[in-house]
């Protein structure tokens, strides 16, 4: 009877194991937090209608000796999943990956936020001064704005906000070598971080991406002759959240590090991320003639080697 009694229910375990966990329904993603046990795992499949028994569930993976090897991800369960298949994938962390994207041009608030927001990470950054942040990164920088590279960061659930900002630091840092390895010669700069400060300012810039090397080239032959730069995105940001949508006189006139109308050379720190895109522009220039430039409204821009052009140009396209 013991015998024929264990050989049932060794029986009723492995069809368990091996029977789908859904049945004819969409797929599922399962979460498991970090420091998440076995036990706790067994309930939360229970609790979702996945598996009838957690005791089940735990004794399975006993057996299997994968009780203590199970880790935290997203985990997708299809139809035809069982439960030994999913233990196999927990015990691999074989998990689902998220991501986040970095925007050109956003500012480190923007970045942030959008850190703050993703639920899937673990937030080690939240509050953290900035300066923090950067000496927990081995930054040797001492503003975080403009060094972390615009792209999109694949993670696995738990994976701290702070590993994402050390890719991104580094794919920055490595972006800009290599471009001011290949840089032109005669450039007016006196360090990559200038050329990183301006390719912001180019980045912010750009209404359309065809525009942003005559972009940077104004720029450089305004640096080249000592004309200041009178860049609106400088000013906008150094106003900062005092900055309401509408630019005013005052705001141009008024002084401040980032007021490029009324300071020589570049501002103190970059204002955005910039992209390969833009240091590239900086950094290997075209040629071209233009001291100015003026939006026509349509994203692209008009450009000008003179004044009375340009003023002509401002005419037509910001005072109609």
């Known amino acids: 009877m013991a015998g024929a009694a264990a050989l049932a229910f ?4 492995w069809r368990f194991a091996t029977s789908p966990l859904l049945t004819g329904q969409a797929a599922t993603r399962f979460i498991v937090v970090p420091g998440t046990g076995l036990r706790t795992i067994s309930r939360d499949l229970a609790a979702r209608g996945l598996i009838v028994s957690p005791w089940t569930f735990s004794l399975v993976a006993r057996l299997r000796g994968q009780s203590e090897k199970l880790q935290a991800g997203v985990y997708e369960i299809r139809p035809g999943t069982t439960p030994v ?21 956003w500012t480190f608030r923007q970045v942030r936020a959008i850190l703050d927001r993703t639920e899937s990470l673990r937030h080690d950054t939240v509050g953290l001064r900035e300066q923090e942040i950067l000496e927990r990164l081995g930054a040797i920088e001492r503003h975080a704005e403009g060094l972390f590279f615009p792209d999109t960061y694949h993670f696995t659930m738990g994976t701290s906000d702070l590993q994402i900002l050390r890719i991104a630091h580094g794919r920055m840092r490595a972006h800009l070598e290599r471009a001011w390895a290949a840089r032109k010669p005669g450039l007016p ?7 990183l400060v301006l390719a912001s300012m180019v980045e912010k810039e750009t209404g359309r991406a065809e525009d942003r090397p005559a972009i940077a080239a104004v720029f450089l032959n305004r640096l080249r002759i000592g004309m200041r730069l009178q860049s609106d995105p400088t000013v906008i940001y150094g106003l ?4 309401d949508g509408n630019l005013r006189r005052r705001d141009l006139e008024s ?20 992209g390969a895109a ?16 003026v939006a026509r409204g349509d994203g692209t821009s008009e450009f000008s080697s003179n004044l009375d052009d340009h003023n002509r140009a401002v005419a037509r396209y910001q005072k109609r």
């Open 10 to 13: 060794g029986g009723g375990l």
């Open 85 to 105: 298949a999913l233990l196999e994938r927990m015990a691999r962390g074989d998990s689902l990956r998220d991501r986040i994207t970095f925007i050109e041009g």
């Open 189 to 195: 700069f006196t360090s990559p971080y200038d050329a």
């Open 240 to 243: 900062g959240e005092r900055f």
């Open 255 to 274: 002084d401040s590090p980032y007021n490029t109308y009324v300071r020589n050379g570049l501002p103190p720190t970059p204002i955005a991320l910039p």
């Open 278 to 293: 833009a240091l590239d522009a900086v950094l290997m220039p075209i040629e071209h003639r233009a001291l100015y430039f």
